[in-house]
């Protein structure tokens, strides 16, 4: 696998992009792990594209940060980036947030629930309080050991539910 910067990433992502998914994930069942809390109402979906950049520690392959697009309709509308946090290419707002749940998916990164703990701006972003990363496909971190200060990027696509209260 190809050492890959973020820009890079983020770039080929913009450039080659996935495209043709709309803002609607793909049906799924929720575990009841990732479930959002009640109070809370969904705002908005979007599948992402992307990679899961790796670099080795002590012999073993470790997460630096994602690097995705979300889109919706094939267009793109927001990044989201180590925090890990999403920025919206359309209004500028973010959300920054930490993982409550996780739900193990095979051959997968986890599905996961997230709980905001950072929002700025008055956009999408500005008031989501849940984050959900589902239908995962990918990502995994290569098996093995690896060379000090070797880095890999693997391909990841999932669904992104984003909820507000109320």
């Known amino acids: ?9 983020i770039g ?6 996935a495209a043709t998914a709309s803002a609607t994930p793909a049906a799924s069942k929720v575990p009841d792990a990732i479930k959002v809390p009640a109070g809370n109402r969904a705002l908005a979906s979007y599948p992402a594209e992307g990679v899961q950049i790796y670099g080795c520690t002590n012999g073993a392959w470790a997460l630096i940060q994602p690097a995705a697009v979300l889109s919706k309709h094939g267009k793109p509308v927001a990044l989201h980036s180590k925090g890990p946090v999403w920025t919206s290419i359309v209004d500028g707002s973010t959300v920054g947030a930490a993982a409550a749940a996780s739900s193990p ?7 996961l629930l997230l709980k905001a703990n950072l929002n700025t701006g008055d956009g999408i972003f500005g008031k989501v309080t849940y984050i959900q990363r589902l239908n995962t496909r990918g990502g995994v ?7 000090a200060g070797a880095q890999t990027a693997v391909r990841y696509s999932a669904d992104y539910a984003f909820w507000v209260a109320g």
Request: glycine share 10%; with cysteine; charged share 20%.
């Open 1 to 9: 696998m190809k050492r890959m910067t973020v820009a890079l990433a």
């Open 12 to 17: 080929a992502l913009l450039v080659g992009g």
């Open 105 to 111: 998916r095979k051959d997968a990164i986890p599905e």
């Open 141 to 147: 971190a290569p098996a093995g050991t690896c060379s």
